[in-house]
């Protein structure tokens, strides 16, 4: 004897009244968490319920009542989701597109359509019926795979679709922004920043005004870099990022003073903080103080020892102060670690230190 959960019973229930009373009222938002319960009664198959929401599709069909019949009918829905669940994939995609000919806007089964694309491999098509289904989450949940498996422009459609889906939520624009950042695409990551500090909203949280305050500063756009970090600050006077950024921002502009300041303050907050550790020693190095500087860089190695940059930046002062061995030795390491390095092995060239 089939033993069904009471709230699989309640489900087939409202399934029931609503196909053969046409009452909209009955109408349940259905998700997948929902068309799956309903896919799976207990003891049954996926098989076994996708005959069973078969049947109950058919009478409702062809029975003479109008009010029997709707279009949006949940008898049809768990049938696709049924056979979803058994891996049917083409057959669930049939049935899908049936019902969006008859309303192609219903977001429960653009939903579904999107879940049996994406299992088929049919990425963007997939994105598509998500966006069009108002589908945030999986958007984003699917973007954070997709750049994890460094598909990075199937990334970007599906982050973009989320953006377009909800361009009040931090997680797509961050995600977007953050994802060019980490590719090196400073140009692409800019016009996303700027997106999000337009709306001068905590809701964008964070990142934007960090990180644009940073581009603006290497691109020499120094009024812009302190206005962001200014903006940034206003609405989070503590926060590392921001002060981290704000601390780059005078070191390049030439206020190394101010820099030295901020970067303390900032590393007696956060000592790992690779950025602020090695602004600080790139700030005594634009000071002219360069035993400051390669002390500074010194501190930074003992954190952060394969930190390429960070050895260069100590070569270059032990060179000015006539410490060619140590110089010699930092340049050298660098290629160990990456000898691709131009930039060192130009140093070791020059100070007669090649093997």
């Not at 103080?289 to 270059?316: K, M, T, V, W």
Request: hydrophobic share 45%; charged share 20%.
């Amino acid at each position: 004897m089939i033993r069904i959960r009471f709230f699989d019973l309640l489900m087939m229930i409202c399934v029931l009244m609503f196909t053969f009373t046409g009452n909209p009222l009955i109408s349940l938002r259905l998700n997948w968490t929902n068309t799956r319960a309903l896919s799976n009664l207990a003891g049954v198959s996926s098989l076994s319920a996708v005959n069973l929401f078969a049947e109950l599709e058919s009478d409702t069909e062809t029975n003479d009542n109008p009010t029997r019949i709707n279009r949006y009918s949940l008898t049809s829905i768990p049938v696709v989701a049924a056979e979803y669940t058994a891996r049917h994939y083409l057959a669930a995609l049939d049935r899908a597109n049936l019902l969006l000919s008859q309303d192609g806007s219903n977001p429960v089964v653009l939903a579904l359509k999107g879940d049996i694309l994406w299992k088929m491999h049919e990425t963007l098509p997939a994105i598509e019926a998500w966006k069009r289904a108002g589908h945030y989450q999986q958007l984003v949940d699917a973007a954070k795979f997709l750049a994890r498996e460094k598909q990075f422009l199937l990334a970007q459609s599906a982050w973009e679709a989320a953006v377009q889906v909800d361009p009040d939520d931090l997680r797509a624009w961050a995600g977007l922004g953050s994802m060019f950042w980490n590719q090196g695409d400073v140009g692409a990551a800019k016009r996303v920043f700027e997106a999000m500090v337009a709306k001068n909203s905590r809701s964008m949280g964070n990142l934007p005004y960090a990180y644009l305050g940073i581009i603006y500063a290497e691109q020499g756009l120094f009024d812009e870099a302190n206005r962001v970090v200014e903006m940034g600050l206003a609405l989070w006077p503590r926060d590392i990022l921001i002060r981290t950024s704000q601390g780059i921002a005078l070191a390049r502009s030439g206020e190394e003073t101010q820099a030295i300041v901020v970067l303390k303050q900032v590393l007696l907050d956060e000592p790992m903080n690779r950025d602020a550790c090695y602004y600080l020693g790139w700030a005594y190095e634009r000071q002219g103080d360069d035993l400051q500087a390669i002390h500074q860089y010194s501190l930074c190695l003992d954190r952060f020892p394969s930190d390429i940059y960070i050895r260069y930046g100590l070569g270059l002062a032990f060179t000015r102060q006539g410490r060619i061995a140590e110089a010699c030795e930092q340049f050298l390491r660098i290629l160990e670690i990456d000898p691709t390095f131009q930039g060192a092995e130009d140093r070791l060239r020059e100070l007669g230190g090649m093997p």
